[in-house]
């Protein structure tokens, strides 16, 4: 951490990064107490079906509301997170409420449509991921067809093993996405094989999809590969229009991203979509 790779390979020091080294120290000591502290929060990115405007699901998206702070994103504690094993913590924490505040929209009468959580690695790899979550989805008396997890490329690099984790994911049910599908090496030969239901398209190739022909053409070939292989597909990161009339003329319907809505709190969401005499999921006029 503290030390950086120069330019001509060489390492060098910086009095910043004593400060990023405190930083990070201060960090990990207030995350152990996060939890209990009831500091973790969860937003909620719908995603939305393009041209019928129907929401078709959320991504719950853990935020840390440090008191010193404020609002953390989850690029900046995460890593500490796994670094430190917190992770399985924090994870728990995220799952069981992710769960809850599905089982409680369905409930109270908004759209039946799943939640996706984000994986770290750690916790795919944990022993007895299915028991454990079969315990979260019992406790919170969600449906296993309503929660979708996403994992990554970069953690099915054993793919025996992978493959073994997700058919046992798959017998009891629940949906797997890959997340930031196109940044990881997985090779394309293993994607046939693993049992999983849809391609996230990630944000990075969708940024300048408008002018940038190379990113389109990847953007297509993910698409067209997705409709072979018979998974579901969503792009991330869709922020104009002229983003979203690039994916749906190449045929991708599902979306995520500003352009349709930021992550939301619980109660944001509610008002937002939820409206009492709208059809609940459904946006716009
Ligand atoms: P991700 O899973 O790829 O989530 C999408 C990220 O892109 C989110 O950032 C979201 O706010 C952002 N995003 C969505 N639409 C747009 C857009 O149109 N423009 C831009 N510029 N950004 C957009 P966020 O919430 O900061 O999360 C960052 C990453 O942190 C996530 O990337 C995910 O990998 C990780 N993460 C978030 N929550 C969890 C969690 O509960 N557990 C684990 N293990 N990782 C999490
Ligand atoms: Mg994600
Ligand atoms: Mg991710
Ligand atoms: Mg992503």
Redo the contacts with the bound molecule.
């Keep these: 951490q503290v030390k950086r790779q120069g330019k001509n390979g060489h390492q060098f020091y910086s009095p910043d990064l004593d400060l990023q080294l405190l930083d990070h120290i201060e960090i990990e000591s207030d995350l152990r107490k996060a939890i209990e502290r009831n500091e973790l929060e969860?937003?909620y990115?719908p995603q939305f079906h393009a041209e019928s405007n129907q929401m078709i699901g959320v991504?719950?998206?853990?935020?840390w509301n440090h008191p010193k702070k404020g609002l953390m994103?989850?690029?900046l504690f995460?890593p500490i997170?796994?670094e430190t094993g917190l992770?399985f913590e924090?994870?728990t924490w995220?799952l069981k409420e992710?769960c809850r505040q599905m089982k409680l929209w369905h409930d109270e009468g908004g759209p039946l449509i799943p939640i996706?959580?984000?994986?770290?690695s750690q916790?795919f790899h944990q022993p007895n991921l299915v028991m454990y979550i079969k315990n979260i989805l019992e406790e919170t008396k969600l449906a296993p067809n309503y929660l979708e997890l996403?994992i990554?490329e970069s953690m099915m690099m054993d793919p025996a093993v992978s493959i073994a984790i997700l058919q046992e994911l798959n017998k009891i049910g629940i949906r797997i996405s890959l997340?930031?599908f196109g940044t990881g090496y997985s090779s394309l030969s293993y994607l046939k094989k693993f049992p999983i239901h849809k391609l996230?398209i990630?944000?990075s190739f969708?940024?300048d999809i408008t002018q940038n022909s190379s990113d389109k053409a990847i953007v297509a070939a993910i698409i067209s590969m997705a409709q072979h292989l018979k998974l579901d597909v969503i792009a991330?990161?869709?922020?104009t229009k002229d983003q979203l009339d690039v994916l749906t003329e190449n045929d991708c319907q599902e979306i995520?991203?500003?352009?349709f809505s930021?992550?939301l709190s619980a109660e944001q969401v509610e008002q937002e979509f939820f409206i009492p005499g709208r059809i609940a999921g459904e946006i716009g006029g």
């Design positions: 969860l937003h990115q991504e719950a998206l853990v935020r994103s989850p690029g995460i997170a796994e992770i924090i994870g995220v992710a996706s959580v984000n994986l770290s916790q996403e990554t997340d930031d996230k990630d944000r969708i940024m991330e990161g869709i922020e995520q991203g500003y352009y930021r992550p």
